[in-house]
Structure formats: C-alpha cells, structure tokens
C-alpha cells in the first residue's frame, strides 16, 4: 500500500491527494488520486477577457465531459475498467451530449432489460445487487 502511495506522489507530484485505496485480493492495491486543477492566472483589470480564455472545439469538450461523467460515475460504483471502456464507448458512439442520456442509451444497447413477470416461469430468475440495493423489495 505505502508503495502504490508513493508511486502516486512520483507520478503526479506532492499536491496529489489520495481520494481512496482500495487492496484487490491477490491482485494488488487500487489507488485513486486527484489533483487540484490549475486554473491559471485569474483576470486582470482592465484586460480583455477574450485573451484570457482558451478557445476550444465545443464537440470535442461536450464528448471529453460525457466520457468523463459516465466513468467517474462507474468507477464510484467499482465496475471494472473493461466494462467501463465498453459502456463509455459505446455512449460517445451514440454521438448524445447529455451524460445521464448517453448513459441509458449506452446501457439499454448492451444489454436486454425485461420487467420481472407476474406470474411463474419455467426457468429460474436470479436477482442480484448488493446488499441493500432493494432486490428484495423490487420482486416483492
């Protein structure tokens, strides 16, 4: 752990805060860490503030911030990276600049969502999630 600690501080320097550490069993340690965005200089009276502000491609910067909500949503949730390259793919496929709607779409064109039957069905139905996530009460 004091490794991967440090390996973070090599990487991303002395004002990197540690935001959690999580230890994989037999895997290794996750580390997650964060920097203080540099926002620059702030305005100067009397200045232009066209010269102070960068100028960028909006299309990209809309996709940029939807591939970033949806993975710093996932990674919260602990979803495994390959699951959360597939999904933020295939929500910036869709070309939706909303976040929470890219992510629907994404999640309902990768996989089938049913309502639980009323009545029984020939095979078994399993319900999974974590504890309290409300497994019992949604099949109630």
């Avoid at 069993?25 to 997650?32: A, H, I, L, M």
């Avoid at 591939?67 to 602990?78: F, G, M, P, Q, S």
């Avoid at 639980?116 to 099949?139: D, E, R």
Wanted: charged residues 25%; aromatic residues 4%; negative net charge.
């Amino acid at each position: 752990m004091t490794e991967a600690m440090d390996m973070v501080r090599e990487s991303l320097g002395e004002d990197a805060i540690i935001v959690s550490t999580h230890e994989e069993k037999g895997k290794g340690v996750r580390v997650t860490a964060a920097l203080e965005p540099d926002n620059g200089p702030g305005f100067e009276i009397g200045g232009s503030a066209e010269d102070q502000w960068l100028q960028y491609d909006e299309e990209v910067d809309d996709e940029d911030a939807v591939a970033e909500e949806i993975t710093d949503v996932l990674l919260r949730h602990a979803v495994p990276a390959e699951t959360i390259d597939m999904i933020a793919s295939t929500a910036l496929g869709l070309g939706v600049t909303t976040p929470r709607i890219a992510m629907m779409a994404a999640l309902e064109h990768l996989y089938n969502f049913e309502p639980i039957p009323q009545k029984g069905k020939a095979k078994p139905i399993m319900v999974v999630g974590t504890p309290g996530a409300g497994k019992t009460l949604a099949i109630a």
